[in-house]
C-alpha cells in the first residue's frame, strides 16, 4: 500500500516527520510503516492480520503503537491501496477525542 500523511494536522508534513514527532515511539512507526507499505489488505479483516488491534472509528482505523502508548489514525482507502496517515497521539491526547470529529465516528 502506498502510506501518505494528510489532514489539516500535519499537511506539509512527511513520513519522516511523522516518524520523529516522538522519538520513543520511532522504531514501533518504522516497524508500522514497513509492514503497510508491503500490504495488500482489501478491508479490515485483512488489516487485522497485521495489526490484531486496529480499530475502526468512523471513516478511520486506529493502531495501537509501542504497547498502546500512542495511537495512530489513518484513513485507509482499500481501492486505491492508499493509507493516509491523519495522526499520531500519545494515548492522553487520543483520549480527549479532538481528533473524532474528522473521522466522523
Not at 26 to 41: G, I, N
Request: net charge positive.
Amino acid at each position: 500500500m502506498q502510506v501518505e500523511v494528510a489532514g489539516a494536522h500535519y499537511q506539509q508534513a512527511s513520513v519522516a516527520r511523522i516518524l520523529g514527532i516522538y522519538p520513543d515511539a520511532k522504531q514501533p512507526l518504522a516497524d508500522w510503516y514497513d509492514m503497510a507499505k508491503k500490504a495488500a489488505w482489501s478491508n479490515l479483516a485483512e488489516t487485522r492480520r497485521d495489526f490484531p488491534h486496529a480499530d475502526p472509528c468512523g471513516q478511520c482505523t486506529i493502531f495501537n503503537i509501542k504497547g498502546n502508548q500512542y495511537r495512530l489514525i489513518t484513513k485507509i482507502n482499500y481501492p486505491w491501496q492508499v493509507i493516509y496517515i491523519r495522526f499520531v497521539l500519545t494515548h492522553a491526547v487520543y483520549d480527549k477525542g479532538r481528533w473524532k470529529h474528522d473521522c466522523r465516528c
